[in-house]
């Protein structure tokens, strides 16, 4: 793997979504959607995954993923999602 200059999120999206967090030497850490498992979102904010958040974005957002589901998520549902208090941040 090359080496950066900075720690890097990588973000790629398909029918699997996977997160690389990479330090400057190497992957860190790596998440991903697992559908058997039920977890078809991966939900991202300025904090990372493995550290306590510092607000309730990321778990209001997962909240209102969960009770909507994957079958009923239409685009109007996900801006209903990031219009919520408090992920959306003004």
């Not at 900075?6 to 973000?11: A, Q, V």
């Not at 995954?49 to 209001?60: L, Q, V």
Request: hydrophobic share 35%.
């Amino acid at each position: 793997m090359t080496k950066t200059r900075i720690p890097t999120r990588l973000s790629i999206s398909a029918a699997i979504h996977s997160e690389f967090f990479r330090n400057r030497w190497n992957t860190a850490d790596l998440q991903c959607t697992d559908s058997k498992k039920g977890q078809w979102f991966l939900v991202e904010t300025n904090y990372d995954h493995w550290k306590s958040d510092k607000d309730k974005r990321r778990k209001m957002a997962e909240k209102a993923l969960r009770k909507i589901g994957q079958k009923a998520m239409t685009h109007k549902n996900m801006l209903w999602i990031l219009s919520l208090h408090p992920v959306e941040n003004k």
